[in-house]
């Protein structure tokens, strides 16, 4: 069994607004329908978990899950004050699942394409992340803000969403890393798994049109996406 995690219970400062990004609309819906739906579209995903600030649940009830008819969204999980509080409270609500995907819903461009080779690596490795090998030179600075190495461009990626885990690896990294008070820092899922030294983490092509809506920028450039048919 597969669970979608779709997270929602940022609040997006970057962009400004009184309504968090996740709910600005892209081609005349808010951006987290189109994540929604390529999840509930997927016939490999089984029930969908949607996460949301406490005090945006009844708006993710009534206006998104019943107003767009969503059928897999089994629940609506009030977040934490972290991301991974949040992604730890739907674990915690997940029923008898065998694996999750986790995905941020601003990130509205996500394909079932992505889904599908994310879905047939976790279920062969027990953990996979969707990203795409970096278009441009790294550098790792220094702490004064120095170049200090170049790492070879063909071994680095740029991570995405979704990520995907097998239930047991993912809740059982979380705990060791809340236990041992190592959370801090922490930027995404792979990264608790790495960290819990329980899996190694496969890396699966996403694509490039993958963004994350974090910027004005971000948000004008998926406006003009939305648009075009």
């Not at 609506?76 to 699942?97: I, Q």
């Not at 060791?176 to 801090?184: A, K, V």
Request: glycine share 10%; with cysteine.
């Amino acid at each position: 069994m597969m669970t979608a995690i779709v997270l929602a219970a940022g609040r997006g400062s970057r962009i400004g607004g009184d309504l968090p990004k996740q709910f600005l609309e892209i081609g005349g819906e808010p951006m987290i329908v189109k994540s929604l739906r390529v999840f509930e579209n997927a016939p490999f995903v089984d029930e969908i978990l949607l996460v949301a600030s406490p005090e945006y649940v009844p708006y993710c009830l009534d206006v998104i899950v019943g107003g767009y008819g969503f059928r897999k969204v089994r629940d609506v999980v009030a977040g934490g004050r972290e991301r991974y509080d949040s992604v730890y409270r739907a674990l915690l609500a997940c029923g008898d699942t065998d694996f999750v995907m986790i995905h941020d819903g601003a990130r509205p461009f996500v394909t079932e394409e992505i889904l599908r080779r994310v879905d047939g690596a976790v279920r062969e490795y027990g953990a996979a992340v969707a990203g795409m090998p970096s278009k441009d030179t790294v550098k790792i600075a220094d702490s004064e803000g120095f170049a200090e190495t170049t790492p070879d461009r063909r071994l680095v990626w740029t991570i995405q969403t979704p990520q995907a885990f097998s239930y047991r690896i993912i809740r059982e990294a979380n705990e060791i890393l809340i236990r041992e008070g190592r959370m801090e820092g922490v930027t995404d899922d792979a990264m608790i798994v790495e960290m819990s030294g329980l899996a190694r983490v496969k890396l699966v092509e996403g694509a490039y049109s993958n963004i994350k809506i974090t910027t004005p920028e971000d948000l004008a450039a998926a406006a003009f996406k939305g648009r075009l048919p």
